[in-house]
């Protein structure tokens, strides 16, 4: 049986290859949407000119000249005066100083370049930082587990981005588009995390189960509450850039279910591993017992989950909520508004999937639990047998 497991880990870390070699497959084969004579080049600012730049409090209107010394590329080396465009949107505009590091696209003719434009400053560096420290810290606590979660996380990002995103764009049913791929995220990272098993099956469905469950009330009550869905950042701007047969009502019905995705496996795992070792210490526990043991444990986790997702959700927007306390805003305004109503909206029915998944879970788990056999109670005297050894696939 250690063969087995072996062959089934072998099994799924080829999967996650072939997933990762689909994605960059279709990266290849996407039609490229840039203009071809344009090109992004990295620099360091060297000089600025703030002569047609105003200032209004800590907006800024009007252009910037920015001189950059370009360090990538075919054209390393060369000085470059790019216009930086300024529309007092702070959540959009930078304005740059000497030293800056920025990203320019650059237009290229037969003599080299001829326009360019400040795109935004370069944060990849730090960012990759940052991920490097998410990376060694992972693989030193978690060991093997941590390198599986970073390959699932690896998989997860090549999906959304090569599947899901491209599926939306191209006027794809969104909640049918975002089902499959809540499935298929679902079962890599489960299976590659827990291995092939009962325990990996029993969270899988009571994964998919909670999250249908939100899935069917995010139509339901998004229909009632008259969510449009242009209340997400960008979605106003994603629909003038020319996407207008897009059903932004339902994309962000998809936004919410794919929100809650991630902590409904967390407590489907929890419940189904909690009850995998309650089984393997009391082989002889009841399919009742093991259950209600199963529901105790939903119901600790479900408890701090769903504030999780409260504080996520308002840690996003709360500037927002600062605004309307500096305004002494009533609560009737407030629960009323727009925003503030999608991302009420948005918190339950995460809340009320990330519940349903726990009883699910436990349900599924113990039926799958009860069909072990009872030679788990003397696994500890069979020092040179594990149970694996003895059953016909993993138990955990």
Same mark, same amino acid.
């Given at each position: 049986m250690k063969i087995m497991r072996l062959m089934s880990g072998k099994v799924l870390f080829l999967i996650l290859i072939l997933i990762c070699g689909f994605g960059y497959w279709l990266s290849a084969t996407t039609p490229e949407t840039a203009?071809?004579?344009?090109?992004?080049?990295?620099?360091?600012v060297t000089a600025v000119d703030n002569s047609d730049l105003i200032s209004s409090g800590v907006g800024h209107l009007g252009s910037q000249s920015v001189t950059i010394t370009?360090?990538?590329?075919? $054209?390393?080396? &060369?000085?470059? %005066?790019a216009d930086n465009g300024l529309i007092g949107s702070l959540e959009i505009d930078e304005v740059y100083s000497p030293g800056d590091v920025a990203i320019i696209a650059?237009? /290229?003719?037969?003599?080299? %370049?001829?326009?360019?434009?400040? /795109?935004?400053?370069?944060?990849?560096?730090? &960012?990759?930082? *940052?991920?490097? *420290?998410?990376?060694?810290?992972?693989v030193v606590y978690a060991g093997t587990v941590g390198l599986k979660a970073l390959f699932s996380f690896v998989a997860s990002v090549v999906i959304l981005w090569e599947f899901l995103l491209p599926g939306l764009l191209a006027g794809q049913n969104p909640l049918l588009l975002t089902a499959v791929t809540l499935t298929l995220l679902t079962l890599i990272i489960i299976f590659l995390v827990g291995g092939i098993s009962r325990k990996a099956v029993a969270a899988? /469905?009571?994964t998919l189960a909670g999250l249908g469950v939100a899935l069917l009330l995010t139509v339901i009550f998004g229909q009632l509450l008259e969510v449009n869905g242009m209340t997400a950042p960008f979605a106003p701007t994603l629909i003038l850039s020319g996407h207008f047969n897009l059903n932004m009502q339902e994309i962000f019905y998809a936004a919410v279910v794919l929100?809650?995705?991630?902590?409904?496996?967390? /407590?489907?795992m929890d419940v189904a591993a909690s009850m995998l070792e309650v089984k393997q210490a009391c082989p002889h526990i009841s399919s009742k017992e093991l259950m209600k043991s199963g529901l105790n444990v939903g119901r600790a986790v479900v408890g701090t989950m769903t504030t999780t997702l409260l504080l996520a959700y308002s840690g996003g927007y709360l500037t927002m909520l600062m605004l309307f306390v500096s305004k002494d805003t009533s609560l009737l305004r407030i629960l009323n508004f727009k925003m503030v109503a999608a991302e009420i909206f948005r918190t339950l029915v995460g809340s009320v999937g990330l519940v349903a998944v726990a009883p699910?879970?436990?349900? %599924?788990?113990?039926? *799958? $639990?009860?069909?072990?056999?009872?030679?788990?109670?003397?696994?500890?005297?069979?020092?040179?047998?594990?149970?694996?050894?003895? *059953?016909?696939?993993?138990?955990?």
């Amino acid at each position: 049986m250690k063969i087995m497991r072996l062959m089934s880990g072998k099994v799924l870390f080829l999967i996650l290859i072939l997933i990762c070699g689909f994605g960059y497959w279709l990266s290849a084969t996407t039609p490229e949407t840039a203009q071809p004579d344009v090109v992004e080049l990295r620099g360091v600012v060297t000089a600025v000119d703030n002569s047609d730049l105003i200032s209004s409090g800590v907006g800024h209107l009007g252009s910037q000249s920015v001189t950059i010394t370009v360090t990538t590329g075919q $054209y390393k080396g &060369e000085s470059v %005066i790019a216009d930086n465009g300024l529309i007092g949107s702070l959540e959009i505009d930078e304005v740059y100083s000497p030293g800056d590091v920025a990203i320019i696209a650059a237009q /290229i003719n037969s003599e080299g %370049i001829s326009y360019a434009k400040t /795109i935004s400053q370069y944060r990849q560096r730090w &960012e990759g930082v *940052l991920f490097g *420290l998410f990376v060694v810290l992972l693989v030193v606590y978690a060991g093997t587990v941590g390198l599986k979660a970073l390959f699932s996380f690896v998989a997860s990002v090549v999906i959304l981005w090569e599947f899901l995103l491209p599926g939306l764009l191209a006027g794809q049913n969104p909640l049918l588009l975002t089902a499959v791929t809540l499935t298929l995220l679902t079962l890599i990272i489960i299976f590659l995390v827990g291995g092939i098993s009962r325990k990996a099956v029993a969270a899988t /469905i009571g994964t998919l189960a909670g999250l249908g469950v939100a899935l069917l009330l995010t139509v339901i009550f998004g229909q009632l509450l008259e969510v449009n869905g242009m209340t997400a950042p960008f979605a106003p701007t994603l629909i003038l850039s020319g996407h207008f047969n897009l059903n932004m009502q339902e994309i962000f019905y998809a936004a919410v279910v794919l929100g809650a995705s991630g902590a409904a496996m967390d /407590i489907a795992m929890d419940v189904a591993a909690s009850m995998l070792e309650v089984k393997q210490a009391c082989p002889h526990i009841s399919s009742k017992e093991l259950m209600k043991s199963g529901l105790n444990v939903g119901r600790a986790v479900v408890g701090t989950m769903t504030t999780t997702l409260l504080l996520a959700y308002s840690g996003g927007y709360l500037t927002m909520l600062m605004l309307f306390v500096s305004k002494d805003t009533s609560l009737l305004r407030i629960l009323n508004f727009k925003m503030v109503a999608a991302e009420i909206f948005r918190t339950l029915v995460g809340s009320v999937g990330l519940v349903a998944v726990a009883p699910l879970t436990a349900l %599924i788990a113990a039926w *799958l $639990y009860s069909s072990l056999p009872v030679v788990l109670s003397h696994q500890k005297k069979l020092r040179d047998t594990t149970p694996e050894d003895v *059953l016909p696939g993993p138990v955990n």
